[in-house]
C-alpha cells in the first residue's frame, strides 16, 4: 500500500513539476513578446520626437508681425493705387502676394494642429506602452494597437513633409514679394501725401 501511495505522489510530483515548466515557458514567451512591443513602442516615441523637433526647426517665426505688414501694404495699395487700370506685372505680384497673405494663415492653423496630433500621439504612446508592461487591456490586440499607432505617426509625418514644403514655397514669396510691395505701396503713399 505505501509502495503505491510513493507512486501515486510521485506522479503528483511529475505532474505538478510538468504544469510548472509548461507555466514558466507560457510566461517567458509572454515576457519576450512584451519586450518586442515595447521596443516598437520606444521606436514609436523615438520617432515622434524627431519629429517634433522638426516642426519647431521649421516655424514660422513673427506670424503676427508679417500677417501686419501683409495687410499694411494690401490696404496700402488699395487705398493709394488710384488708376482705373493695372499693369499685368503689378496684377500678377499681387494676386501672389494676397496667396501668402492666405497661406501664412494656413501655415499657422497647420502648425497648431501637428504641434497638437504629435503631443497627442506621444501621450497615447505613453498609455499604450503602460497598458503593455503592466498587462492592462486586451493583450491579443497590442500589436494591432501598436500598428494603429504606427500609421498614426505616418500620418503625421505626411503632414510635416507637406507643411515644411509649404513653408519654404511661403519663405520664397514673401521675401520676394514683400520689399517691392512694400516699397512700391510707400512710394504711392508719398505720392498721394505730396498732392
Given amino acids: 500500500m505505501t509502495f503505491f501511495r510513493f507512486l501515486l505522489y510521485k506522479s503528483l510530483a511529475m505532474r505538478f513539476g510538468i504544469l510548472l515548466v509548461i507555466f514558466s515557458c507560457l510566461f517567458s514567451c509572454s515576457d519576450i513578446e512584451k519586450d518586442r512591443q515595447v521596443k516598437k513602442i520606444n521606436v514609436l516615441t523615438n520617432s515622434v520626437e524627431k519629429l517634433k523637433i522638426a516642426l519647431t526647426q521649421y516655424k514660422i517665426s513673427n506670424v503676427p508681425e508679417k500677417k501686419l505688414a501683409v495687410y499694411t501694404v494690401i490696404k496700402r495699395i488699395k487705398s493709394y493705387y488710384l488708376t482705373d487700370t493695372i499693369e499685368y506685372q503689378f496684377a500678377k505680384k499681387m494676386n501672389s502676394y494676397k496667396v501668402v497673405k492666405t497661406s501664412l494663415k494656413n501655415l499657422d492653423g497647420d502648425y497648431e494642429k501637428i504641434r497638437i496630433a504629435l503631443r497627442e500621439e506621444k501621450i497615447a504612446l505613453r498609455k499604450l506602452k503602460s497598458d503593455i508592461i503592466n498587462g492592462f487591456g486586451q493583450r491579443e490586440k497590442y500589436d494591432e494597437y501598436i500598428s494603429f499607432e504606427k500609421n498614426k505617426t505616418k500620418k503625421i509625418k ?38
Avoid: G, Q, T
Fill in 158 to 195: 505626411i503632414l510635416l513633409d507637406e507643411y515644411i514644403y509649404k513653408k519654404k514655397e511661403f519663405a520664397i514669396a514673401f521675401d520676394s514679394l514683400h520689399p517691392v510691395l512694400n516699397d512700391y505701396s510707400m512710394r504711392l503713399e508719398e505720392k498721394f501725401k505730396d498732392k
